[in-house]
């Protein structure tokens, strides 16, 4: 019987890392993969706007199916305590809101988006859960993964500085995001050709899955 256990408690854990580990990785590929099915389906070679731009784009089914694996591998991730379930299951209802409810478009235009494209409440609503989103990711990167529910390792400890990091990322990412639409967006135009929302929002993703291929295993295990 605690052969049967031990076994269990193992073949759990493994499913455990796995989800962590398509979770990291869907979030890494996800812009690139936007990019390249753009490129190579519509020949749509300028980047968008926005991540979530490209759901108005050939690269649609692909935004909104990899954003809806990730919000069920969210879903099905058992943290520490209740508060990281009920976080978990929160993040993955935002996630789900950024998938199914498109985001608003406005220049500077692409071959691929000629032309605005105003979802109006429904691009509001597309806006707050794409920022309390990467807000749980924050708080999860900075302050969930880096619990422990015994003596610290070395290789621990240096997994704590690599959540933080990325933690502190995420959030400096918003406050970058924050203050380019509140304040720089109107006043320099030529900011937009730039793209700043799409490698700001890129960076947040990476930030997203370094956290969680390293939470996974694959970097600095015991």
Not at 40 to 46: F, I, M, P, Y
Not at 127 to 155: P, V, W
Request: glycine letters at 6%; hydrophobic letters at 55%.
């Amino acid at each position: 019987m605690l052969q049967f256990t031990n076994q269990r408690n193992s073949a759990e854990l493994i499913s455990a890392k796995a989800l962590m580990l398509c979770i990291g990785l869907l979030a890494f590929a996800l812009p690139i993969l936007l990019i390249l099915t753009a490129v190579v389906l519509d020949g749509c070679e300028l980047v968008q706007n926005s991540i979530s731009a490209y759901y108005h784009t050939v690269s649609r089914n692909l935004f909104v199916g990899s954003i809806c694996s990730i919000a069920f591998c969210l879903f099905a991730y058992k943290g520490y305590s209740d508060l990281d379930n009920l976080l978990a299951n929160a993040a993955s209802i935002l996630a789900l809101g950024v998938a199914f409810l498109p985001t608003s478009v406005s220049g500077p235009f692409t071959d691929c988006l000629q032309n605005a494209i105003d979802m109006k409440l429904i691009g509001k609503l597309h806006f707050i859960s794409a920022g309390a989103l990467f807000i749980l990711l924050g708080i999860f990167s900075a302050f969930i993964f880096t619990k422990s529910g015994g003596n610290m390792t070395d290789s621990k400890r240096r997994r704590n500085l690599i959540f933080r990091v990325c933690g502190y990322l995420i959030f400096a990412c918003i406050v970058l995001l924050t203050a380019y639409f509140l304040f720089l967006k109107d006043r320099f135009l030529n900011l937009a050709d730039m793209r700043p929302v799409f490698w700001i929002e890129t960076i947040c993703l990476w930030s997203f899955a370094v956290s969680w291929l390293t939470k996974s295993g694959i970097i600095l295990k015991d």
